[in-house]
């Protein structure tokens, strides 16, 4: 297949969460880990350059995560991840940083990392877990139940249940996610793209699944929507907001990504304007 341009940015999944929070006006440091290879300065420029804390963030031997993103034109984008040094990101490099993780007030966690670590930081959490789980990984019970929320697109969401031997309802997203809600998380996000949210957060509304509609925008390239959407909605559950208005700056954050090209460089800044 032939292409028409490429080109070479900072990402993955935990740096792209945590620039987009860092850029809304989080307070954000990250856990994790980069190689000594070739990419490595371009994987750690854009959390720099955002003032994200880097202070947890090692260097191992061998080659930074790689992430390899065709987009189609229509916008639309496959991924194949190469993880590299966030392989080194186990229950003991979490462990070296307890007190970081023990003393945030959203601990975000999604899954191109060991489940070992990402157990680990759920479980020393003592604020809110945030757990994105791309891709699906198998997790004790007791690790999915401190999920406060947990957030899946309906992919993820069918292979989670699939993967649990749950049936899988096909008659509507509110079933999706009372069936999401049935294997133990607190609260539930399911992302939908253009047609927004679901979210049920059974503490605050009494179990009943809230519609978040997504603004309509001009799409240029949905590469890193998602990670704009959890790192708002990381943001804003650390203000005090609850999930579902948390959820309606993270739709809108995620709409505003998909009118630029690439992750980092599309995410919006404080005084950016969110699409309505």
């Not at 975000?108 to 930081?121: D, K, N, Y």
């Not at 069918?158 to 999706?176: N, Q, T, Y």
């Not at 739709?251 to 699409?275: E, H, I, M, W």
Request: glycine fraction near 12%; charged fraction near 15%.
């Amino acid at each position: 297949m032939l292409a028409e341009s490429m080109s070479v940015l900072p990402g993955g999944k935990g740096a792209n969460q945590a620039v987009a929070a860092a850029r809304l006006g989080g307070d954000v440091a990250l856990v994790g880990a980069i190689g000594d290879g070739p990419f490595s300065e371009t994987a750690i420029s854009g959390l720099r350059d955002t003032g994200v804390g880097l202070d947890a963030v090692s260097t191992v031997h061998g080659h930074s995560g790689v992430a390899l993103v065709t987009v189609s034109d229509d916008g639309e984008n496959s991924i194949v991840v190469v993880p590299g040094a966030n392989h080194s990101v186990d229950a003991d490099l979490v462990g070296r940083h307890a007190g970081l993780v023990a003393g945030a007030a959203v601990v975000v966690l999604q899954a191109e990392i060991p489940v070992s670590g990402i157990e680990a930081a759920a479980r020393t959490a003592t604020g809110r877990v945030l757990l994105n789980l791309a891709p699906v990984v198998p997790l004790g019970t007791d690790v999915l139940a401190l999920a406060d929320p947990l957030v899946v697109n309906a992919g993820e969401a069918w292979r989670l249940l699939h993967d649990a031997g749950r049936p899988i309802p096909e008659d509507s997203p509110f079933a999706v996610v009372d069936a999401l809600l049935d294997l133990g998380p607190r609260s539930v996000v399911l992302t939908m793209g253009a047609a927004g949210a679901v979210v049920c957060e059974p503490a605050h509304d009494g179990g009943t699944p809230v519609v978040v509609p997504a603004p309509h925008v001009r799409v240029e390239d949905t590469t890193g929507a998602g990670d704009a959407f959890i790192g708002a909605m990381a943001w804003r559950l650390a203000e005090g907001d609850t999930i579902a208005d948390a959820a309606r700056t993270a739709v809108r954050a995620g709409a505003y990504s998909v009118t630029t090209a690439g992750a980092q460089p599309s995410f919006p800044n404080a005084q950016d304007v969110l699409p309505r």
